[in-house]
Each structure stands twice: as structure tokens, then as C-alpha cells.
């Protein structure tokens, strides 16, 4: 033991020098030990497993105290233990299934042959929960679960939501631990396949399209940890979902499938109750999938294939009832159209009803090779290509009109090598290789034109080219290099291992390269009158489009090394501890002598503090220690009662787009005009120099000049990746009738959190007057007014995270009915300083909803990713009519608190004047002289008031905020409660020893809709913010803020939910799938 712990120290000082992210489980295990009849250990004794299917084996042999492990075995089964002794009986165990990261332990007691006993043999189970290999939260999603779980998209979000801690918004964007979505780690067969560049919401190559990086049909089993002190995972301070694809066998098999839904087969507009709108169809419309996938032998025992390809083809409508728009000029919209045609030949396409397109191709090619009983060779090549329209989508916030959609292509080219090996029984490794390639190009839709915001009451129209896309192209490539050496001695495990992360990445984004127009009213536009705000982003260099020049190019290195020891203290307890360090080593960039130089000295004699960051140089390489230490219990050694848990540290990737905006954002490549004063008359012509040219008078530097501006990002000098501190504790428990309950408690604390400082506008200069004193900026007054923002980006360790669960599940097989059900109660709660939701670290800044400023933020708020309670229910039921006939059943009910969100005014940054976005925290008025109403052509300010007064009183969550201001994230929308289904039914025929299998599907999305119109409500409102009141102006003393109140406003705050297929309309997918093994 004192050897081990030595070992143990010097290694773990020995890795202080390197370190990375860790790469995802892609193998099983199994362990325990043989004993004879009188409890004496059997040194020596042989352990055989053979892989039914495939004719794999692994063999090992037991050491002096009757220990044996063997590690990175093939995931599934059925296995056949066979365990012999020579002059003892021999035991056999059939029917053995491996879950993915699985240890199963066995105790086998073998008796004298002189006792003249037959062999023991004896039937395994797949149940995982009373595995001593774990020991924080996680979820594993075998293959059967895959196959009854009701989903639509086929992708990974809709199994990863069985997770307790787990919570799905949209369709595919996942938040695991009540953290950022970005904080997730996803790999396939054991190599990153996050968008490591971090742009989409669902974390997955690909996925700004809404393609899956993998299709269903190839993947064998995921899993899902939230908590896991294995340090091999890491990468993440949400959950790391790991996800294996199949592979050959002797046995040739496959499939053919087809999935196809259309507008026949979805309900009407879900409508809240009371309303007397007219329930519509969607529009015409279909979504379509197929594939083909098989897989066999080239040689027996030996050498296997494996082979997937998959088609999908989906339009998704946007329905949207021009009634429903908030804004006060809902009716104007053919007026405006005309005179966009008349005026300026352009024709901005629809507003409603505008249908999205997906066209994808996968194909999966994958060979294994058993070179020998010791090694096992697998490789792997992926290719996914997408194709996506996206229509902006209107909504009662904003107008949004054809014309203003994108196209999306994306391209991700993955191959993937494990090699597992044993050397004897002491020593084994696993060596993952893995190189990825993916090029997005985004593109705005139809003739170049520059983008326009029109405000217009308690909405918004837009119209013109897609503002983010006339210059967005990505080029990633991402190699990854892991390896993880075990030595076996018996009581100890140790893990010595290494992961190794190198990503280029060259990204052009240049955003409103065409011009961007801010108008106060619809008549303004129409008018010719001067916009209140302008934009313009361009290359300092030249070019324009996705052929700017200066694009931002650089390099990431991850180097890691960690070491772990899994100690068998009792047979019944089982303790690890381990450490690791990550240090990722960044690129340099471009330097700014001018920022350096001049820049720097006026925003530290404001009093801004730099941390050390300058224009060009690197970040730090620091080293990121994660500690932790895991246990598992098996109380009375019967698999009856397990206590398991641990503590440690998590390291998170971190999307490269943040830091990555410092290489883009230097001053030096990239011009960037911000002006509400003196702005340009409109100008059709999207030319950039066109657009600078304000009547012979730049607006700014011009490209090819060597002029400086446009925004600085900077990251401080120590800037650390986001780490968290994670602890849990949990109990499984069989009750009888064969029921198992499962508790767990789980802690996250902020180590290193992201925030950002605008460093170039002054603190407050002055304050509001009236019941609302809340500190005002003067933004538009910059530090240094060459530089329209200087963004820092900083750590904070503001912010913790808990998150509760109790699990009941039971499983049940006879010969006529096969069923698996379980029910959960979770509860999370999750407070931050910032949520950093967006891949612009300006946004990042200005989105965040304040009450004195983003600046001055002081204390944490809930987060955008607080859970609440949630309720979940999961069964599946199998009936067995004959041998050749069989339906599934698969119900999965959800029922959640809505999300959080933030009242605060319609005022487009006028009171704060730190940003121009609406984020002002209203101040609840306790009387009607503490707000100052204006009259306007509906409503008087008396009636307005006694509205509103009647609205507060009314709504729990404002009564209690009177007199002071909302919080940010402070309400929730109502409670949703849904139920999807699947419904499966199998024919199948034996001919020539093969099975022949038809099977006919039909997925329902939302069922509880399809039961009721007035049931399966989901609810949502536009960027978490309901813009309860208003800001009209000031009084003439210019510091006391006048308010107009919509009464509408108060009806529309829970939004029926209509988007995509994670809505509160029922929708059905049929299917036919035919099969062979």
C-alpha cells in the first residue's frame, strides 16, 4: 500500500507539466475474485469470456488473493463466463451484458471436484444500477431503450432528456446540471465530436443546420454522466455524453428503414384556453428519413464490418398569426412591401408561414479486428453533409420576412481508431486516435441589402440580409490523441493516462457587412428620416462577404496526463482517487502597438482594470488541477443497498468562438461603425465603401487605409477555463416486488466562471430620479472613441448549482410480457453572474439583464439554465402475441417548470445607456406616484395604471417585488405537461436459419395534444424577457423617465409555444423498417 501511494505522489507531481480534456468511455470491464468453498482465495484460477456474437475472448487469470480484472472489453453481449481451477468444479455464466463504462463484479465460489458437484452455471441480467464501477450520477441508454423511446429527430437530445438532471430547450439544445449548454462534453467511439469552435446550440459538429453528427441507427448504447470521478472524463461541467457505434459479428445482419411525416399528420394551432382564434392546419409540408445499415463477418471470429448510411430530407413550417404581433403596424405590412419594391426594386418575400429545409447524408463505415485474444483493433470513418434553409421566423415580438433567412452548408469529415491491448494479466491499454474535419459556410438568402430594424411599439420588423451571415465561414480541424495504460495488482487499478487536443481554426465573421439601419417607427423608414441607429462590420483589409480578408486563424493545443487508482478496500467497497491537469496552450495574435500603447494608459487612468490582457499576446498556459475521489458501497455484499459518491474538480472546454473573437476583434483586421448621432440616410448599396461614404465624409477608416477601429476583445493574462466543484451523494435500493429506488444529491460551486467587462465606457456619471434612483451611464461617450467597444474577458467564482433526484424503476420479463418503467422527481436550482449564451463576446455583455448595469453587475441571479422541479415517467412494454409477432409500447411524460425569465422595459438601452439593448430590470411601482404614465391613443395614463396596478396585484412574483426591482431570471412560465408515445409492431418469419423482421412505427410527439386540444401545452417568450413597460422619455429635467403600459402585454406573457417539434402541437411520424439477423 505505502509503494502504491508513493507511486501515486510522484506521478501525480510528474503530470503537474501537461494536461487536456479527457476522452469519453468506449469499452467495459469486468472483476472480482474467485474463492473456494471455505472462503480461501484461488490463485490462479483462469477467467474466459467469450462475446457470443462475435467470438471475442478475453482471458486473465487470478493473482494471489484471488483477484482478477480484465478491462476494455467489447460493449453489450451476451458473454459466456467460464471460470476452472484445477481439482475444482467449474463455473459458467451465460447471458452476461456489458454496459458502456460498466465494471460488473463477481463473486464465484468454486467447489472441491472430490465433492463430486456438477458445474455451476448461471444466467446474468442487464440491470447496471448496482455496478461497482460507479459512483456518481449517470444515465445509460442501452439499445433497447434507443429502440422504444419515442423520437422524431433522431437525434441524441431526445434520449439524453432521461436524465433527471438533464433539461431540453428547442429541439436539440441540452443543458445537463443546470449548466451552459456549451459546458457539455460529446464523444463518439471514444473521440471529440463536440463543435469544439462552439457555435451551435446542441454542442455537436454540424449542428447550427439541426443535423444530428450521427445517425441512431449506428449507435449501440449511450451514456450520459453528470458526475462521474473517473478522471478520464472531463471536458465538461454539465454532463459528458459518451456514445459507442455498433460493430459486426459472425452474424450477418441489417436493416432498411423509411420515416416520413407531413402536415396530415400534426394537429391545429394550440391555442390557449378561452381563445377564440381560428385553429389552422400547418402548411403542406414533409419530412422524410431512410437509411440502410449492415453488418457481418469477413472472417470468422476474426475480422468484422460495420456499415450505415442515412438520408434525411425535412421541411419544418413556421407557422405564425400576423394577429398575434404585438407591434402597432401589423396592418402597414403591405404598404411597407410596396415601398420597398417601388423604391428600391426589392422584394423582402414573405412573413408567415415560411418553411425551413434540412437535407443531410450520413455514412458510417467501421471495421474491427481481433488480431489475437490480447489485441483488438477498431477504425472508424464519418461523414455527415447538410443542407439548411433557415427562414427568419416571425413571432408576436418581431416581423421577420423571407429574405432575411440563411443558407447553411455544413461538411464533417471523422475518422476514429482504437486499439486495445493486454499484455498480461497486469497490464492493459487503450489508445484512441481521432481526426475531425468540419467547414461551415453560412450565406443570407436572395439579392444583397442592408439589414433594418424598425421599432414599432411593443414589437419589431426586420427585413433585408440575415445581419450575422453576410460573412460567416468556419474551417475546423481537430486531431486527438488519448491513451489510458491500466496496472492490475490485484486490490489496486491504477490508471495512467494521457489526452492530447490540437484544433486549427480559421473563422471569417464579419457581422452587417452589408449596413444595419435602426428606424424609431414605421413612418420614420417610409419617410426618409434619419435611422437612430447605425452599423456597419468590414474588413480593414478589404474584401467583403465569406472573401474577407483577415480572417481569424489560429491554433489550440490541450496536452494531458492524469493518474488514477481504483482500490478494492473490502469486497464490498470499492475507493478511487485520481488527479489530472489541464493546460490548454493558445496561440498569439495580431498586435496593436496603438492599443497597447495609448489605448491601455486612458482606460486604467478611468480606473479599468486589465488583468494583464493586451492586443496580440497569449493567454497564459496554466495549469488546471482536478482532483477527485470516488466510492462505492455495496452494503451487505448482496447488491441489495449501495451507497456511492465523491468530489472533485471539472474542468470544462470552453468554446473556442470566445477566445477566438480576440484573434478576430484586434483593431487591427476588422472596422466596425456604432453611431446614433449623425447617422447616414438609408443606403441600398451594400459596397462597404459605398456605405462609409456619408456624402464625402468616411464614417469611418477605410479598408486598405491602416486605419485602426471597431471593437477590441481582450481576455485577462491568468484567464482561466471554467472549472466547478462537483459532490454527490447517493443510495440504490431493492425494495421488493422487484422494484429498485435510487436518491442523489449533487453540488456544483464555481471555481473559474466566464464574465466580461465593457472597458471603454466610464462608470456611472449620474443617476434616474423619482422611486427608480438606478445608476445611468453616457455610452455613447466611449473612452477611446477608435475603438466602439473594448470587451475583457474574466473569471469569476460567483455561482453554484444543486440538483436533487429520486428514481423508481422496476423491470419485468415473463413469456408473454417484457416491461421496463420508471419515475423520477428532480429538482435543480442554479444561480450565475453571467450565462454567457451567445458567440459574440459583445453580446455576451450587452444581453444581460441588469438593474445598474452590466458593469456593475454585483451578486448572482438564477441562470437561464435553473431547472426547477421536473417530473419524469418512462415505460416500455413488450407483449410477445406469438414467435413471430410482437408490438412495443413506449410511453416518455415530462412534466417541468417553465423556464426562467426577466421583466424589464421596452427602452432599447435609454435608461441605463451602458448598451442598446433592452435589459433594464423594471422598478415595481407600490403606488401610482411611483411611475410616470403617459397617455397615448389607446389608453389614457389613469387607465393604464389601474391595469397595470390590477396586473401586479394579480401576479404572485411582482406583488412581491412592490417598491423594489425585478430579479434577473425572476418568474417562470407555467408548468408544462406532456407525454410522447411510440407504438411499434413486429412481424417476423424464419427462413434459412435467418430472421426476417417487419416492423411498422409511429412516433407521436406531444400526445397528451393529440388526446386534447387543451392538453400538452408548452409555453415560451422571445430571448427569456417579457418588456412589460414601455419607455416613452424624460421629464424635462431629463432624469425621470416617463412609461406607457399595453394591457395586451399582460396577456401574452406565456406564450403558446408553436416552434418545431418540441411544441405544444401533437406530431405524428410513421414508420416501416425491415430487418434481418
Partial sequence: MKKILKLFLVLAAF??????????????????????????????????????????RYSASTDFTGDFRISNMRVGGPYKIIVTYIGFGTFEQNGVYLQLGDSKNFKISLKSESNELEEVVVKSTKDNTFNSNRNGAETIINSDKIKSLPSLSRNIADFARLTPQAQLRGDDQLSIGGQNNRFNAIYIDGAVSNDVFGLSSNGTNGGQTGVSPISIDAIEQFQVSVSPFDVKLSGFAGGAISAITRSGSNNFEGSAYFFYRDQSLAGKTPLESGSTATREKLADFTAQTYGVRAGGAITENKLFYFINYERQDNQTPSPFDVNDYLGTSGARIPELVKYLGDNYSYNPGSFTNNVSTLVSDKLIAKIDWNINDNHKLSVKNSYVKATNFSPSRSSSRGINFLNGSQNFVSTTNSTALELNSRFSNKFSNNLVVGYTDVTDDRDPLGDPFPSVEIRDGSGAIYFGSEAFSTANYLKQRILTVSDNFEINTGKHNILIGTHNEFSYAKN????RNYGYYRYNSLEDFLTDAKPNRYRLGYSLFGGSGDDSQGAAEFNVSQFGLYIQDNFKLTDNFKFSYGVRVDVPVWDKGTVNNDFNTRTIPLLTAAGKDLQGAT????????????????????????????FRGGFGIFTSRLPLVWPGGAYNNNGVSQGAIDISTGTPNFNPNTNVESQLDNNGTPLGPLPGSGQLGGN????????????????????????????VVSGEIIYNDNISAVTYENLNIYNPSSNLTGADTRS??????LIDKTYTGVYLGKNTSEGKAWNSSITLTKNFASDLVDANISATYSYGKSTVLMDATSSQNSSQWSNVETVNGVNALSGVSRSDFDQGHRFLGNASVKFKWSKT???????????????????????????????????ALIYVPASRSEINLVSNSTYTADQQWEALSAFIDGDKYLSSRKGNYTERNGDRLKWSHVVDLKLAHEFAINVNKKSHKIELTADVFNFTNLLNKNWGRRYYTSYDQVQLLKQEGFLADKTTPTFSFDPANADRINQVDDLGLQSSRWQMQVGVRYSFE
Fill in 776 to 781: 445611468r451611464y453616457n455610452g455613447r461617450n
Fill in 15 to 56: 503530470i503537474g507539466a501537461s494536461s487536456t480534456y479527457a476522452q469519453g468511455n468506449t469499452t467495459s470491464s469486468i472483476n472480482g475474485v474467485v474463492y473456494d468453498s471455505q472462503g480461501e482465495p484461488l490463485p490462479g484460477a483462469s477467467i474466459l469470456a467469450t462475446h457470443m456474437d462475435s467470438g471475442t
Fill in 885 to 919: 409477432m410482437k408490438t412495443t409500447l413506449g410511453l416518455f411524460y415530462e412534466g417541468a417548470q417553465g423556464t426562467p425569465f426577466s421583466y424589464v422595459y421596452n427602452d432599447f438601452g435609454a435608461l441605463l445607456q451602458d448598451t442598446y439593448s433592452s435589459s
Fill in 615 to 642: 492586443v496580440g499576446d497569449r493567454i497564459a498556459t496554466t495549469a488546471h488541477y482536478s482532483p477527485r475521489v470516488g466510492f462505492n458501497y455495496d452494503l451487505n455484499g448482496d447488491r441489495v443497498t449501495q
Fill in 712 to 739: 477590441i476583445d481582450l481576455f485577462a493574462k491568468n484567464f482561466k477555463l471554467p472549472q466547478v466543484f462537483k459532490a454527490s451523494f447517493a443510495v440504490d435500493r431493492k425494495l421488493p416486488a422487484g422494484f
Fill in 508 to 511: 471569417v465573421f464579419v457581422g
